[in-house]
């Protein structure tokens, strides 16, 4: 079979496939941005734009990056435009997707070294916080990863995050760090329990049972926090884990410190990654509940539990979202706020969506969306022309574009979302 | 290994699948087994597999009672079953659908692919199968999905293997290979049970024949000693024949004509390439063709459900590429859809509801702004009875129906006014005899009466039985044309074409 962008009938008339349309909207775009490269960044630049790479008491210094900002963005636009107009000519098809990153790309380095034209700017500490911000998002994505394998929609995350939050809060005032943190993860657990009782055993419809559960965590947990936490404010004063840095990998410049001088919740998120990876992709368990996902007879008719499977997982994803929870008070204030994950377990759903349902590709996604925040806040800094308003739109901006747009055909597990009934 | 079931009894609900079922399967044996569709073949097997458990009755493995909680007993008992409808994940390959739920591992539960594929490889030589155990399931021909299946069974080792209706997805050669595989097996010493509703088949393969008809064992025999026509009663209860009563064609002017259609699927492949041909009226054509070659679509385009990329489709003079669904219905477009629950009907609306579905917002039917649900029943009532459809009462959801009724319903919605081309697809799939037999005498009629009739169906046998024209659709392209007025045609040549074999 033939597969190219224009077919020609024979009788002559031009045939239109939707790849074919793809490109050419991605051209289109890619014109766009070209166009706001360079007549708003490349023109309105002046001064050189730096980068600090390295603290002056970082044992290997890396000289700053110095970029002078008007001719580096009149070259990224030039780069956008040549990338634009190719989706138009023969061929463009094969470049859609790599195009496009490549433009989005250039087109956040374009708007740094416009915001920061005539002033400095530290990279590292901007990769840092983009890595802090990516672990709950990313713990989140793990979490529906570890669901939706097994079929399971788990639109509850960001009740279990939240639950997580508190309960690591709540204990680690009482207890120390290490007992919320292991609270934190039980209670998680335990909603996913709960999660998989009501739509395995009990058929209800996922969604709902999802809503549910958040909409009685945030209540449950904004009460106590106003009643209680209020009045007995020793309930809600956590210890918070401190950042320790790995001897010899925090030294490597640039990305030491971004991923070797971090606290336990970066650390586990990584960790957690690429167990789950593994076990996913790798084992006998993991293609079991690989097969349960995708084909919940197939595996039935095969000899494996598919209930079981499902609430084991469901559970482990549970355990994981409580795990993420605890870092919003354990890993960064050691205080509970209400509704202080803020959507950041459904933005971990958008994660697990653009990462295709793969730990891997959710944490990255999830860096994504941490580089989006985390931009957000220290562009503040740097003083730029656009309100913050707009700026702390941005993750979400990045979620819909990303989500809606650019995924294209990534395919959930066959049987997502569906219940299994045996007879 | 020999297998025996006693007294099994089965019930769904207020339907009894099987009733009181006796059965011996023996190695080294092919004991086929005859039924219609809905006669309870799949269940007994299912039970037999473990997958349900049976009301009553018991299962004896070589004289000994065995009690079977899941599928995993079943497969641990040495019964392995190839489903009717596949079981096999799409996006695996071959060796980890052949391998899941009896996995070679290593340390840390480690998935040992290795040793997978060169285990599927030596069942792959020791029967012939030629099966690539790095391939993915969802770019596989269904033949080799098959395989895939019966490489499963083999690869746990069972002694008893269930086909359950294999050979409704193959090509007629591939049913020959296929069967060269069952007589492997049988001469290995398997116990073979091999299911189907086809006559020539189980007389084909068969060492020993049992027959089902509502659930219940109606005959068993030697197939040296039986013909198609006492099996066909055994089956069906009552005398029948397969053929198809029709006088000659008189085709006249074309009623539908398709000239280059063109459609993309998802994977920006053609679906349909190029495909012209033309529907005269006062006849009928057949699509012959193995399932996913572009029927469906073809269809869907006819009836205006999908836009093609490409290309013209004529109606009675008119050019309706660009026409709605509706438009095409008024214009006396009849559509019997290949899968009545998803598209046919709607099972929870009344059988009545379902009779209007395509015209309820005629003036005939209306009331000021309100439906007039009297003449609506009234209505609905009559075609029940022009059409055959058993229905205790048109207030009955239509989900309730049989099989046949239901699809009986749709060909009566469809057919009970002024048609000029009626396109059907998979017009009889799943039904039983006397329902086939008149759905078939229906389109015949229509036929008589001047409308071009458009049939899409994998069986080829019925394809052959009611066409006049024969089209052959192979990756979207019409292969090769039949005329059958002019003298029989050849089975193995329409076959051959099917697989794609350039003629
Ligand atoms: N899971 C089920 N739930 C309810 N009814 C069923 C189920 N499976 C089969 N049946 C009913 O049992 C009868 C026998 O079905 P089946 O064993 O599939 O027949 P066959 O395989 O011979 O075509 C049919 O009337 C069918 O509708
Ligand atoms: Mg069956």
Redesign the pocket.
């Known amino acids: 079979m033939i597969s190219s962008q224009t077919q020609s009938t024979q009788s002559g008339t031009t045939l239109d496939s939707g790849k074919a349309r793809q490109a050419r909207i991605t051209g289109a775009i890619l014109l766009a941005l070209a166009c706001l490269v360079l007549f708003v960044f490349g023109m309105d630049a002046s001064g050189d734009a730096t980068f600090r790479l390295s603290r002056p008491t970082d044992p290997w210094a890396v000289p700053n990056l110095v970029v002078p900002a008007g001719p580096f963005n009149y070259i990224a636009g030039a780069i956008l435009a040549f990338l634009g107009v190719r989706q138009f000519l023969q061929g463009g098809v094969r470049w859609t997707s790599l195009s496009l990153g490549l433009g989005l790309a250039i087109l956040v380095m374009a708007f740094l070294v416009w915001a920061t034209a005539g002033k400095a700017f530290s990279l590292t500490g901007m990769l840092q916080a983009t890595m802090v911000r990516a672990v709950p998002i990313a713990l989140g994505g793990l979490a529906g990863v570890l669901c939706e394998r097994v079929a399971v929609v788990n639109i509850a995350i960001e009740g279990m995050l939240l639950a997580g939050a508190f309960t690591g809060a709540l204990i680690g005032s009482l207890l120390g760090g290490w007992g919320g943190l292991a609270a934190a993860v039980v209670v998680g657990g335990a909603f996913g329990f709960i999660l998989a009782a009501l739509v395995v055993t009990y058929r209800m419809d996922q969604i709902i049972a999802g809503v549910v559960i958040n909409l009685f965590v945030l209540g449950l947990t904004s009460y106590v926090s106003s009643q209680v936490f209020s009045e007995y404010r020793h309930l809600n004063n956590a210890p918070v884990f401190r950042a320790f840095k790995i001897p010899l990998l925090g030294d490597i410049p640039v990305i030491g410190p971004m991923l070797f001088k971090q606290n336990l919740f970066v650390y586990g998120a990584l960790i957690l990654v690429a167990i789950s990876t593994y076990y996913l992709f790798f084992t006998r368990n993991g293609l079991r509940a690989r097969a349960v996902g995708e084909h919940p007879e197939a595996a039935d008719t095969l000899g494996i539990n598919v209930y079981r499977t499902r609430y084991i997982h469901v559970t482990l994803g549970g355990m994981v979202a409580g795990f993420g929870g605890a870092w919003f008070t354990l890993g960064s204030v050691g205080r509970f706020d209400e509704n202080m994950t803020g959507g950041r377990g459904f933005i971990g759903l958008a994660a697990m969506i653009f990462g295709r349902w793969h730990p891997v590709g959710a944490l990255a996604a999830a860096l994504v969306f941490g580089f989006a925040d985390s931009l957000q806040q220290k562009l503040a800094l740097l003083r730029t022309p656009i309100p913050s308003e707009f700026l702390a739109m941005s993750p979400y901006i990045a979620t819909i574009i990303v989500v809606a747009g650019f995924i294209g055909k990534a395919q959930p597990p066959a049987a997502d979302g569906k219940p299994y009934v045996k007879? | 290994m020999d297998v025996e079931l006693r007294g099994i009894t089965k019930r769904?609900?207020p339907?009894v699948?099987n009733d009181g079922i006796n059965l011996q399967i023996r190695a080294g044996e092919v004991l086929g087994l005859l039924?219609e569709?809905?006669?309870?073949?799949?269940?007994?097997m299912n039970i037999l597999s473990g997958l349900y458990a049976p009301d009553t009755g018991d299962i004896l493995i070589n004289g000994k009672k065995v009690v079977f909680e899941d599928p995993g007993d079943g497969i641990a008992a040495g019964i392995g079953m190839v489903h009717?409808h596949f079981m096999l994940v799409p996006v695996f390959t071959v060796a980890e659908n052949v391998i899941l739920g009896v996995e070679p591992t290593g340390r840390f539960d480690y998935l040992d692919l290795k040793t997978a594929r060169k285990q599927v490889r030596d069942i792959n030589d020791r029967y012939g199968l030629e099966v690539d155990p790095d391939a993915l399931i969802e770019t596989l021909p269904v033949g080799i999905q098959q395989r895939v299946e019966i490489l499963k069974v083999l690869f746990r080792s069972a002694d008893v293997i269930i086909l359950d209706e294999p050979t409704a997805v193959l090509t007629p050669q591939e049913v020959e290979d296929f069967f060269d595989i069952v007589r492997s097996l049988r001469d290995a010493g398997k116990a073979i049970v091999f299911i189907t509703h086809k006559l020539h088949e189980i007389l084909e393969i068969s060492d020993r024949i049992s027959v089902?008809r509502h659930g219940r064992i109606t005959g068993e025999g030697d197939p040296a000693k039986l013909t198609t026509e006492t099996l066909a009663e055994m089956m069906v209860g009552r005398p029948v024949s397969f053929t198809v009563d029709k006088s000659p064609p008189h085709p006249g002017r074309p009623m539908l004509s398709v000239s280059d259609l063109c459609l993309f699927d998802a994977h920006d492949d053609f679906a349909l390439d190029h495909v012209n041909f033309e529907v005269h009226s006062g006849e009928v054509v057949g699509i012959a063709g193995v399932q996913g070659n572009g029927q469906t679509e073809l269809v869907e385009t006819i009836t205006g459900l999908t836009r093609p990329a490409s290309g013209m489709i004529r109606f009675d003079d008119e050019n309706v590429t660009r026409a709605s669904v509706r438009d095409r219905h008024r214009m006396g477009m009849a559509h019997i859809p290949e899968d009545r629950l998803r598209s046919g009907m709607i099972s929870n609306f009344t059988v009545a509801e379902n009779m209007v579905l395509n015209s309820y917002y005629a003036p005939a039917y209306s009331k000021g702004p309100e439906i007039d649900w009297p003449k609506v029943q009234a209505t609905a009532a009559q075609y029940c009875v022009d059409f055959d459809v058993r229905t205790p009462s048109v207030f009955l959801p239509a989900g309730n129906l049989s099989g046949g009724n239901q699809q009986k319903m749709v060909v009566a919605r469809e057919l009970e006014r002024e048609t000029k081309l009626v396109v059907a697809s998979q017009p009889t799939r799943g039904l039983d005899v006397g329902s086939i037999e008149y759905i078939h005498e229906r389109l015949i009629a229509a036929r008589d009466e001047g409308d071009g009739v458009l049939i899409v169906s994998s069986e080829l046998d019925e394809i052959m039985g009611l066409s006049d024209r024969i089209l052959v659709m192979f990756e979207g392209r019409i292969v090769a044309e039949f005329d059958t007025t002019k003298g029989p045609i050849d089975r193995n040549a329409v076959g051959l074409a099917m697989a794609g074999a350039s003629s």
Do not use: D, H, I, R
Not at chain 2, 37 to 44: C, L, P, R, V, Y
């Open positions: 007879e | 769904f609900g339907v699948a039924g569709n809905g006669a309870g073949k799949s269940t007994m009717q089902l």
